[in-house]
């Protein structure tokens, strides 16, 4: 969910600013991303590597995902919508990591579209983890390590109860994967957009579902 500070920037108004109209985006998305049909949606919210912002920016980031989960809880229950955490959100505020753990365990159940949420997510750690798990279960003798296939390390990612990823959105131009779903992406189809984050919406998403279905997906056949 690129371009909420150039949003900002654009009109002359601080970044919060921008990141909480980028927070409206998503409200808006996952919304449409409902009433479409979708089994699941993924969004980068946090990306391990955004610890380097300004300190004032990360407490902003934090301080409206306290808001959005709090405000949107009875929501996401009304609606059917389960929520999913993946990355090492665990790390974050004490406060915040059970204010995401009840809405986790509340939503557990929901049957709806799955609005998987990225926190303090990097792909390549994502993978370090599934593989050290790995192997420490090779060390135990659970698995024999000549016997690991892709569906093992499936199995160990965050990701193991999502469906395969289909479509990976881009927004605000930017043209690359910058560590997100990085297994996952393997025969996902790219969608690049130079629209900033908080100006996208259910029309946005659709046109990207267009884009998508006009496509002819071959897997690496003919």
């Known amino acids: 969910m690129d371009g909420n500070g150039r949003w900002a920037a654009k009109r002359g108004v601080p970044r919060f600013i921008g990141h909480k109209q980028g927070v409206e985006a998503v409200r808006t998305t996952v919304?449409?991303?409902r009433d479409l049909g979708l089994e699941a949606l993924t969004l980068y919210a946090f990306s391990s590597e955004n610890w380097k912002r300004p300190e004032d920016e990360v407490a902003d980031l934090m301080g409206l995902l306290r808001h959005f989960i709090r405000a949107d809880v009875d929501e996401f229950i009304a609606n059917n919508v389960r929520l999913k955490i993946i990355g090492n959100y665990k790390v974050l505020a004490p406060d915040l990591v059970e204010m995401i753990?009840?809405?986790?365990?509340?939503?557990?159940?929901?049957?709806?579209?799955t609005l998987a949420i990225a926190l303090n997510y990097g792909a390549q750690d994502e993978m370090?983890?599934?593989?050290?798990?790995?192997?420490?279960?090779?060390?135990?003798?659970?698995?024999?390590?000549?016997a690991i296939?892709?569906?093992?390390?499936?199995?160990?990612?965050?990701?193991?109860?999502?469906?395969?990823?289909?479509?990976?959105?881009?927004t605000s131009g930017e043209q690359r994967l910058s560590n997100f779903l990085l297994w996952q992406a393997a025969y996902?189809?790219?969608?690049?957009?130079?629209?900033l984050w908080p100006d996208f919406d259910g029309a946005a998403l659709k046109a990207a579902l267009e884009a998508f279905s006009a496509r002819e997906r071959r897997f690496g056949g003919r």
Do not use: C, W
């Open 31 to 33: 919304r449409a991303a």
């Open 101 to 113: 753990d009840d809405v986790v365990r509340r939503t557990a159940h929901n049957t709806g579209t």
């Open 128 to 146: 370090l983890r599934a593989v050290q798990s790995l192997a420490r279960a090779a060390a135990k003798g659970e698995i024999d390590p000549a």
């Open 149 to 170: 296939e892709t569906a093992h390390i499936d199995a160990a990612l965050d990701t193991s109860d999502l469906p395969p990823l289909d479509l990976m959105i881009r």
């Open 188 to 195: 996902a189809e790219l969608y690049f957009t130079d629209m």
